[in-house]
Antibody, heavy 126, light 108 residues
Framework: EVQLVESGGGLVKPGRSLRLSCTTS????????VSWFRQAPGKGLEWVGF??????????DYAASVKGRFTISRDDSKSIAYLQMDSLKIDDTAVYYC?????????????????WGQGTLVTVSS | EIVMTQSPATLSVSPGERATLSCRASQSVSSNLAWYQQKPGQAPRLLIYGASTRATGIPARFSGSGSGTEFTLTISSLQSEDFAVYYCQQYHNWPPWTFGQGTKLEIK
């Protein structure tokens, strides 16, 4: 069974840092991309960042709203992905979800997200 | 960035009836469109990808159609567990991956 479990959320003051973990099981983690999404209270879904598998460079992309402040990394030996969040703002308050990205290359390279973790709440408040 | 627009914002349907949800993209996304279901306090669950392919374990009463800029999610006979919020997402032009604002499907 494919599972993704986020951890590391909590209450943090503006300007501080937090690192989220996404621990996975039930699939070969190194073969897949990972993306992080978030959902502010009562709002819709927003993409945060993405990391390719090492077979496809392992590089990252970020939403404009978090670029330069958030960093995604992965440890394939542990089947864990991380979201390092620095210089946190009040607007970063949300439930953060990690997801498995499945690659398709039928007409150009595309990724869709077929499994999601249960989410972890990050609250940024003074 | 591709903007996704869902309609209606809220849909009231009786159990056993058919529900039809719409999603429009600001430019063509070909068939690179996914639908998710989200229940209160839960993570989104992938229902449909490739505009019309059901994800693993998704009942046959869920179907997706469309291509280009116009898409539809149809639930043929609503069960009590289907009342939730539904999101469409494009994965054609990325990054960013973008979502519609959601349609809340409620019991009539």
């Amino acid at each position: 069974e494919v599972q993704l479990v986020e951890s590391g959320g909590g209450l943090v003051k503006p300007g501080r840092s937090l690192r989220l973990s996404c621990t996975t099981s039930g699939f070969t983690f190194g073969d897949y991309a990972v993306s992080w999404f978030r959902q502010a209270p009562g709002k819709g879904l927003e993409w945060v960042g993405f990391i390719r598998s090492k077979a496809y460079t392992g590089t990252t992309d970020y939403a404009a709203s978090v670029k330069g402040r958030f960093t995604i990394s992965r440890d394939d030996s542990k089947s864990i992905a991380y979201l390092q969040m620095d210089s946190l703002k009040i607007d970063d308050t949300a439930v953060y979800y990690c997801t498995r990205g499945t690659r398709t290359a039928v007409a150009g390279v595309k990724y869709y997200f077929d499994y999601w973790g249960q989410g972890t709440l990050v609250t940024v408040s003074s | 960035e591709i903007v996704m627009t869902q309609s209606p914002a809220t849909l009231s349907v009786s159990p056993g009836e058919r529900a039809t949800l719409s999603c429009r993209a600001s430019q063509s996304v070909s068939s690179n469109l996914a639908w998710y279901q989200q229940k209160p306090g839960q993570a989104p669950r992938l229902l449909i990808y490739g505009a019309s392919t059901r994800a693993t374990g998704i009942p046959a009463r869920f179907s997706g159609s469309g291509s280009g800029t116009e898409f539809t999610l149809t639930i043929s006979s609503l069960q009590s567990e289907d009342f939730a919020v539904y999101y469409c997402q494009q994965y054609h032009n990325w990054p960013p991956w973008t979502f519609g604002q959601g349609t809340k499907l409620e019991i009539k």
